[in-house]
């Protein structure tokens, strides 16, 4: 048990950045971004003795990680749907806008252009999201990327392109309208 506690903790301090910034990524709001890294720990600890050593901590950590966050956006709005309909709130508005841009490696100027890409982001399948974010944002490679997706590396290159594609498409789309706007 002191084994499984020692451990814990330096899995703790060698990958709560890394937790951390993954959620921020997926989730673009700071507190939310704190909440998944507390919860992926509970869980690494909860489940360290049954670790079963076929990949690496950093794979299995990013694997939870990602799965907490993409489980967490589901619920999230699944919420804004209940609420949306079943008007339960007497401040619907925190509903209908629950992420917030708060990213804080964005200066201040970049943020509107940063939550529009990260709105974009969001429209992505989830695959597609999770190849991008982690090729892009993070700059693992497709091999590494192929590890912690359990997916072939041809599956990654293609769902990396695709997603390149669509953001090409609708980040110009969008430009495009907001330079009518003006």
């Given at each position: 048990m002191i084994e499984n506690q020692s451990q814990f903790e330096k899995l703790y301090h060698e990958y709560k950045t890394l937790v951390f910034n993954v959620a921020?990524?997926?989730?673009?709001?700071i507190e939310d971004a704190e909440e998944i890294t507390q919860d992926v720990f509970v869980k690494v600890y909860n489940s360290l003795e049954n670790f079963n050593q076929k990949s690496s901590h950093k794979t299995w950590i990013y694997r939870i990680t990602i799965n907490h966050c993409?489980?967490?956006?589901?619920?999230?709005?699944?919420?804004?749907?209940?609420?949306i309909f079943g008007k339960k709130s007497q401040n619907e508005q925190e509903y209908l806008n629950?992420?917030?841009?708060?990213?804080?490696?964005?200066?201040?100027?970049?943020?509107?252009?940063?939550?529009?890409?990260?709105?974009?982001?969001?429209?992505?399948?989830?695959?597609?999201?999770?190849?991008?974010?982690?090729?892009?944002?993070?700059?693992?490679?497709?091999?590494?990327i192929s590890e912690i997706m359990q997916l072939s590396i041809s599956s990654v290159e293609s769902l990396v392109f695709r997603a390149k594609v669509a953001l090409q498409d609708k980040l110009s789309q969008k430009f495009s309208n907001y330079r009518k706007k003006k």
């Open positions: 921020l990524n997926y989730l673009q709001n993409l489980d967490y956006i589901k619920q999230k709005n699944s919420q804004k749907r209940f609420f629950t992420t917030t841009f708060e990213h804080p490696g964005i200066l201040m100027e970049n943020q509107e252009d940063a939550a529009i890409l990260f709105e974009v982001i969001n429209t992505l399948t989830e695959n597609q999201k999770t190849a991008f974010l982690l090729s892009k944002l993070d700059g693992l490679n497709n091999p590494e």
